[in-house]
């Protein structure tokens, strides 16, 4: 099984960046799918998460800037991130679930981990 994520960058405040999570080695259809970021010194939080079905949730600091989504079809995940501040930078993770469904909020209950892509925002 392999999380592989793209789109990350360098972007000035207020800015735009989609990220993209492609999944191979096995479908991620029925199982929650997530978002976590890493900034140095921090821990990892959790950004966006979509279930199988499409459901999502969101903490309150990315609310109303961020969205997910998700295309079964293409065992792809996306990161739509708009206004982004410099406190939006950090590594980018994208993680799935092996069974659980539903919007899964807990790093330890993720499987699998993609590397990360880095997302720098400047004031």
């Known amino acids: 099984v392999q999380l592989v994520e793209s789109g990350g960058g360098l972007v000035q405040a207020g800015g735009s960046l989609r990220l993209t999570c492609a999944a191979s080695g096995r479908s991620f259809g029925l199982n929650a799918m997530g978002w976590f970021r890493q900034a140095p010194g921090k821990e990892r939080e959790l950004v966006a998460v979509v279930s199988g079905g499409g459901r999502t949730y969101y903490p309150d600091s990315v609310t109303g800037r961020f969205t997910a989504s998700r295309d079964n079809a293409k065992n792809t995940l996306y990161l739509e991130m708009n206004s982004l501040r410099p406190e939006d930078t950090a590594m980018y993770y994208c993680?799935?679930?092996?069974?659980?469904?539903?919007?899964?909020?807990?790093?330890?209950?993720?499987?699998?981990w993609g590397q990360g892509t880095q997302v720098t925002v400047s004031s």
């Open positions: 993680a799935a679930t092996k069974t659980l469904d539903g919007t899964v909020r807990v790093a330890a209950w993720y499987d699998y």
